[in-house]
């Protein structure tokens, strides 16, 4: 097992009887507080959540996308989040499968739709 730190990418869909708002709320203000809560010291280094930008106006809430056809995008939001190691991801995991987690996943998400990769190499360039 690896000593060096791991970053997930956790793609999410949105329940579809919630508004991108709504969903944003549970998430920032019921399931990460509860995460924390249960996890404590498990909790993980970061856990960074990214919202994809939609028209709050229209009915059907479509993406504000720049380039591609919107119907290739299957999640309204992911999360980046990163572990001490290998260790600490496989010691949070359970944190996961406990009844009140799986409950308020049903609050807010489409769990079956939901995605998770172990990110590889990351390089960042910056203006100079």
């Not at 549970?26 to 924390?36: A, D, I, T, Y």
């Amino acid at each position: 097992m690896s000593s060096a730190p791991v970053t997930l990418l956790v793609f999410v869909v949105r329940k579809p009887t919630l508004s991108p708002a709504e969903f944003e709320h549970h998430w920032e203000n019921v399931h990460v507080p509860l995460l924390k809560s249960l996890a404590g010291p498990l909790f993980p280094l970061s856990h960074r959540r990214h919202y994809l930008s939609r028209e709050p106006s229209a009915p059907d809430y479509p993406l504000r996308i720049l380039v591609g056809d919107p119907g290739t995008i299957n999640f309204d939001a992911f999360t980046m989040v990163t572990f001490e190691n290998e260790a600490a991801l496989y010691a949070f995991l359970p944190t996961m499968s406990r009844p009140e987690v799986l409950e308020d996943e049903d609050r807010f998400t489409v769990k079956e739709k939901m995605r998770t990769v172990i990110l590889g190499s990351v390089h960042t360039a910056t203006r100079d």
